[in-house]
């Protein structure tokens, strides 16, 4: 079964409050997206990767792997789902329905070879796919107000991370079919709403979202822990 990568690129990152969206800071030697995209074409896991980005940014013309043979670009949308929707539809007549499609936040930088084929290989047969997922170390409290209402039982909840593996028409129908709906803020989520199942594989915590200033030290941090 081929396998694509879809990469949302398209956001401002307002929570980073930068002068320039946060897929175009530098950590290290390279723009975080630059890390992202590496990582997804030296894991040699993908025919192709589709990355939506937005018609106003002036930043991506610039970087060499813009013109990446391996690199298709598709115009953003208003939402993540949307730009995610916009990529998948720039694979249409390469991707077969049934094929893999991965979608990888552009602000995942510190994504490791190791975990993208450990999602590969844990769904490969699956029905439907999932996501990389983490599990939460602290208690975890339902709050209503500032009020604790309940404490919620920590082996059923888990953060969801990227990448998220589903067949490329199903995942297509689905965020056409939920289109619109705030509620959707990743892959799974819309596949949920239309009554499938996804399933979850173990992430490793460095595979983090840069998404607060902060984010950006801690992301370097684990990008030298993981060179040796
Ligand atoms: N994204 C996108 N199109 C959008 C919004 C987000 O492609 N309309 C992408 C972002 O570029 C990012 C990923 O989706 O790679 C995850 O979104 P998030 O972390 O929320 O990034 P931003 O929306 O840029 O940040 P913020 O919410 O703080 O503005
Ligand atoms: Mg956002």
């Keep these: 079964q081929a396998c694509w ?4 690129a398209a956001g401002v990152g307002k929570r980073m409050q930068a002068d320039r969206p946060k897929q175009y800071l530098v950590l290290a030697d390279k723009t975080v997206i630059e890390h992202t995209l590496n990582r997804l074409i030296q894991s040699a896991a993908f025919q192709a990767i589709a990355v939506a980005i937005s018609s106003e940014d002036p930043y991506w013309p610039e970087l060499a792997i813009a013109s990446h043979p391996q690199v298709i670009t598709a115009p953003g949308g208003k939402e993540r789902a949307d730009s995610v ?6 694979l249409q007549g390469k991707a077969d329905e049934q094929d893999w499609v991965l979608v990888h936040d552009a602000a995942r930088p510190c994504l490791t070879s190791a975990d993208i084929h450990l999602l590969i290989n844990s769904l490969t047969n699956d029905a439907v796919g999932g996501i990389l997922a983490l599990s939460s170390h602290d208690t ?11 404490s919620v039982d920590r082996k059923h909840i888990w953060r969801a991370l990227t990448p998220q593996m589903f067949r490329y028409g199903m995942l297509r129908d689905a965020l056409q079919q939920t289109e619109g709906n705030p509620a959707i803020t ?16 173990e992430g490793r915590p460095d595979n983090l979202k840069i998404t607060r200033p902060e984010d950006l030290a801690l992301a370097q941090f684990y990008m030298e822990q993981q060179d040796d």
């Design 140 to 150: 975890l409290k339902h709050v209503e107000g500032n009020t604790i209402s309940a």
């Design 5 to 8: 990568a879809v990469v949302p």
């Design 186 to 201: 990743d892959e799974a989520s819309a596949l949920e709403l239309l009554g499938y199942q996804p399933k979850i594989v």
């Design 85 to 90: 929707l916009s990529a998948l539809k720039a």
